[in-house]
């Protein structure tokens, strides 16, 4: 895949808040975009225990709790912080770009192609 084909702008920096999450569609796929102290952070949008939005969810420190079931979820690793969700949630690596957030489909937030 070329870096073109899965390097995709998601948003403006302006468009999350400080210490807020924001659903965006990305082709057929929705993703959270998550603006921790100005470090943005995305991960899929849908919640793997069932089919809650994460954006909705209540963001405390660097953890996202699910708004349906209040499973939680590490926002820099998707690693589960709180059952009942036992699958940890896809990351995505960010890029910045002249103040436009986008997102590497193509690795996730470590940097490891998936
Ligand atoms: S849908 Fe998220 S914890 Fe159940």
Do not use: W
Not at 84 to 107: K, S
């Amino acid at each position: 895949m070329a870096e073109r084909d899965h390097i995709v702008r998601v948003c403006s920096q302006s468009d999350v808040a400080q210490g807020a999450a924001k659903a965006f569609a990305v082709g057929d796929q929705m993703l959270a975009v998550y603006n921790l102290d100005g470090t943005f952070y995305i991960t899929d949008d849908e919640c793997t225990h069932a089919s809650a939005s994460l954006a909705d969810g209540m963001i405390e420190g660097d953890v996202i709790e699910c708004c349906m079931h209040f499973g939680a979820f590490h926002i820099p690793t998707g690693k589960v912080m709180q059952p009942p969700c036992e699958t940890p949630l896809r990351t995505y690596a960010v890029v910045i770009r002249d103040g436009d957030v986008f997102v590497d489909l193509a690795r996730n937030a470590a940097g490891d192609p998936q």
